[in-house]
Nanobody, 123 residues
Framework: VQLQASGGGLVQPGNSLRLSCAAS????????TGWFRQAPGKEREFVAA????????RIADSVRGRFTIARDNAKNTVYLQMNSLKPEDTAVYYC?????????????????WGQGTLVTVSS
């Protein structure tokens, strides 16, 4: 399984950005695809996850109400829609896949990782 994250860039506070995570290879229809982020000097943290089996989603408290996660089955791609961006959202964003159910937020549950895409929120 290979994951390709894209869509990062420089955006002003209050604006929106959509990240894409394209999966290739044999990925299980069970489990979840998640997004994590890592700001400079900080640990990698959970942002959102999408259940591949039933479409249920989980959003971190820090971004709930501003970020959403969705999937395009035809393109085998999971999207992270980020609205009302804040400077504290600046980070490298990673997508990851896990065979585990329950939409885990622990990075150790995810065994496939994309390369990361940088999001910078600044005026």
């Amino acid at each position: 399984v290979q994951l390709q994250a894209s869509g990062g860039g420089l955006v002003q506070p209050g604006n929106s950005l959509r990240l894409s995570c394209a999966a290739s290879g044999r990925i299980s229809s069970d489990g979840a695809t998640g997004w994590f982020r890592q700001a400079p000097g900080k640990e990698r943290e959970f942002v959102a996850a999408f259940s591949r089996s039933d479409g249920v989603t989980r959003i971190a408290d820090s971004v709930r109400g501003r970020f959403t996660i969705a999937r395009d089955n035809a393109k085998n791609t999971v999207y992270l829609q980020m609205n009302s961006l804040k400077p504290e959202d600046t980070a490298v964003y990673y997508c990851a896949a896990t065979p585990s159910s329950g939409l885990p937020s622990n990075i150790w549950a995810y065994n496939y990782w994309g390369q990361g895409t940088l999001v910078t929120v600044s005026s």
